[in-house]
């Protein structure tokens, strides 16, 4: 029996007729997103990628197409867009945008990034804090998911604008966050430096709460590994991956993608592992170096004198830079990080991807693979690793973070690093586990999915209609 929030247009289309009650419901909230916002097409690209995994899940548990959770799940909380006014050294008034998607708080406070980039909009921030309430619910820690932004571009700006710009952010941020309630961090454009002029912001309107965010500088709460914590966890997770298959990563040759904080912790851990590093990249262009990217270099060009990634090729010998997208690079080589920005490989990309001989693909950036990427890769029996549970080690580290923050102690680099690699492996079980129980396939995307999905849907079930 079809629930009674399923349309009677829908009901009577043909094709639904042959299909299960779990397929038409998800079909049916599918033409719900799409008809209340058409044009959030990466916002229906995360979720619509969520919900075609789910069908075994519902089978299972018809409770929830009755409870219509899916149609919840997929509606944030709470929705804040406010006006950021700041001033430019010169003197000129600006306006951006701000955003913040308090997306799902079943399992905790919200918690997630805040993303600054010229593309923010209300539509990436849905789909990255969409992406965000399973990934949290995959760490084992109880934090709920959100995420926020502004389309105010750091790049260029001097010290000063950036603070100014941090100052007005916060100054409406303010009244929707706190330590209990929703806890921002890093993400694009965000990093120590935004984290400190926002924390300073925050102290100065509600007094010291060093657990209002994350990412922060380590005099004042911050957690020892929480840089490294992304790109150090997707390593994790890739060898829990490569083990689980009977490979390792030593001698193994990886693309990375990006030059910020996940790829340069991604390329100094995937090299401590015995693999080579043969690639790195920014918006502009790629750098490719057959004896093994620096990370260090990277670390000093990208985010100590905010350059251009082209400047490591002036300086090492064996580098070279070519402008343009580095997955349109052709070359041999065995695992693909990207760790740059959603939708950065195509389908003719990942077709190049399967040419030259790739067997994995693990997600450093948060939904970098368009969905017709994702199923070459499946074509193609090569072994991927999703965004949400890949790239789930900042946010975790974040949760441990906070409770560094309320029990006001700090954890040694070794303890933190040792809980991370703890629960990436765990990620990587859970998302195997269910990839099993639900016959899948090794499809570990479907696996994280539903791992995901099962803790948050049994948790909304338990707190009623929320
Ligand atoms: N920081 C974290 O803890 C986490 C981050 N992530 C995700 O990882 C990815 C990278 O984040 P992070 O390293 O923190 O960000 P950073 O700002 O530190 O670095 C981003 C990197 O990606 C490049 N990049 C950004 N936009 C584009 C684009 N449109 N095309 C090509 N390259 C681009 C940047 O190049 P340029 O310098 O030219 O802008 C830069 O090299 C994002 O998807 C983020 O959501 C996921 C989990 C946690
Ligand atoms: O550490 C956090 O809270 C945010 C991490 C994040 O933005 C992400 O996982 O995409």
Not at 117 to 139: A, C, M, Y
Not at 178 to 202: K, S, T
Not at 370 to 384: C, F, H, L, S
Request: glycine letters at 10%; hydrophobic letters at 35%; one cysteine or more.
């Amino acid at each position: 029996m079809l629930g009674g929030f399923i349309s009677k247009k829908y009901f009577d289309r043909k094709r639904v007729v042959f299909v299960s009650n779990a397929k038409s419901y998800i079909e049916s909230v599918k033409d719900t997103i799409q008809r209340r916002d058409p044009n959030q097409t990466e916002f229906q690209e995360a979720a619509f990628t969520v919900l075609d995994t789910l069908e075994p899940v519902l089978d299972k548990h018809p409770e929830y197409i009755k409870a219509n959770l899916l149609e919840r799940l997929v509606e944030p909380e709470r929705a804040i867009q406010f006006r950021v006014p700041w001033q430019s050294d010169d003197g000129q008034f600006h306006v951006n945008r701000g955003f913040r998607v308090q997306f799902n708080s079943a399992i905790g406070p919200y918690k997630g990034g805040l993303r600054l980039h010229p593309s923010v909009s209300l539509d990436v921030v849905k789909f990255l804090g969409f992406e965000q309430v399973l990934k949290n619910s995959l760490t084992g820690l109880p934090i709920g998911g959100a995420k926020g932004g502004s389309d105010f571009n750091p790049k260029g700006k001097s010290d000063s604008e950036v603070m100014r710009f941090c100052q007005s952010f916060m100054t409406e941020l303010q009244r929707h966050i706190g330590p209990d309630l929703d806890v921002p961090a890093g993400d694009i454009g965000v990093g120590g430096r935004e984290i400190g002029f926002l924390f300073g912001a925050y102290k100065r309107l509600n007094g010291y709460q060093n657990g209002v965010l994350t990412g922060k500088g380590l005099t004042f709460g911050g957690s020892l590994a929480r840089p490294e914590a992304t790109g150090f966890g997707l390593l994790y997770y890739t060898h829990a991956m490569l083990k689980a298959l009977g490979d390792t990563l030593t001698n193994k040759k990886i693309k990375v993608s990006g030059a910020g904080n996940v790829a340069t912790y991604a390329i100094q851990k995937a090299t401590e592992y015995g693999a080579t590093v043969i690639t790195c990249s920014d918006s502009d262009g790629y750098v490719y170096d057959p004896n093994g990217i620096d990370f260090k270099l990277v670390k000093q060009i990208k985010e100590v004198e905010r350059g251009r990634i082209k400047e490591y090729a002036q300086r090492v010998e064996t580098a070279e830079y070519h402008d343009g997208s580095v997955w349109d690079f052709d070359i041999n080589y065995d695992i693909a990080l990207p760790c740059a920005t959603q939708n950065e490989i195509s389908k003719d990309q990942a077709k190049l991807i399967a040419k030259d001989r790739v067997k994995y693909v693990c997600e450093g950036a948060n939904m970098p693979s368009v969905p017709d990427a994702i199923a070459t890769y499946r074509d193609n029996n090569i072994y991927y690793g999703p965004a949400k549970a890949a790239n789930a080690g900042g946010v975790a580290v974040s949760a441990l973070e906070m409770s560094q923050n309320s029990e006001r102690l700090s954890w040694s680099f070794e303890t933190v690093d040792n809980r991370l690699h703890d629960i990436m492996d765990n990620i990587f079980e859970i998302s195997e586990a269910a990839d099993k129980e639900y016959q899948l396939n090794q499809d570990y995307q479907a696996g994280a999915n539903i791992a995901g999905f099962e803790k948050v849907a049994q948790t909304m079930m338990a707190q009623g209609l929320v």
